[in-house]
């Protein structure tokens, strides 16, 4: 229930962050796909202290913000992480990632590089069912992992691909995730592969 509600407050900080923004969701917050952004939802490297997390777009409209609310209560272990980043980012060590996609279209917005993208949030159709914050998988542990011992990614930044990154299973075989339209749920992990969750104007 703790998990839930911190995505709750996380996603109740994306959804109030948007009308100071014209209507424009925050950057994805990757490691190197399209690398450091001022628009991230979260600041996340500790290796610009410039931009601490407390100062992330979302972390603003946060109520009472803490970084206890960027990580679940389960998500105790770091080795898979730490074993994943070799760069001077330093490892990724929230549990919750925005959606995103392998070509930029998803919840999240590309602000850098030559191929911007930004969503805005009237373009979501059926925001109920779209997928924005999940609780993505920090190790192939049996009872965290759909991917018990496998080699699909671990969490290394805020940043979600459908196919190639992985939901947790740690809460009874289930992962956390906050929806478009604000609503926390616990839900399959395997949804997270299903376009009609994971494209937001499908």
């Known amino acids: 229930m703790r998990c839930l ?3 709750k407050q996380v996603g109740f900080g994306v959804l109030q962050y948007l009308p100071d923004n014209n209507d424009i969701f925050p950057a994805c917050a990757s490691r190197n796909t399209y690398g450091f952004q001022p628009e991230d939802w979260i600041y996340w490297r500790t290796n610009l202290p410039s931009y601490p997390v407390e100062r992330s777009p979302a972390a603003k409209y946060i109520p009472s913000f803490s970084t206890n ?6 998500d105790r272990d770091d080795s898979g992480r730490k074993a994943t980043s070799s760069d001077s980012h330093a490892p990724y060590v929230y549990s919750y990632s925005m959606l995103s996609a392998p070509t930029g279209l998803g ?3 590309i602000f850098g590089g030559p191929q911007r993208y930004y969503l805005k949030q009237e373009a979501i159709r059926n925001p109920a069912n779209k997928l924005m914050l999940v609780e993505e998988q920090t190790s192939h542990k049996r009872n965290e992992s759909i991917d018990p011992g496998g080699s699909s990614s671990i969490i290394g930044d805020g940043r979600f691909v459908p196919g190639s990154d992985k939901m947790t299973a740690r809460h009874d075989k289930r992962g956390q995730t906050t929806f478009a339209d604000g609503h926390a749920e616990n839900v399959r992990p395997r949804i997270t592969d299903t376009a009609k969750f994971s494209v937001p104007t499908l």
């Not at 609310?69 to 389960?74: E, G, S, T, V, Y």
């Open 69 to 74: 609310k960027l990580r679940c209560p389960a």
């Open 107 to 109: 919840i999240s917005s």
């Open 5 to 7: 509600n911190n995505l």
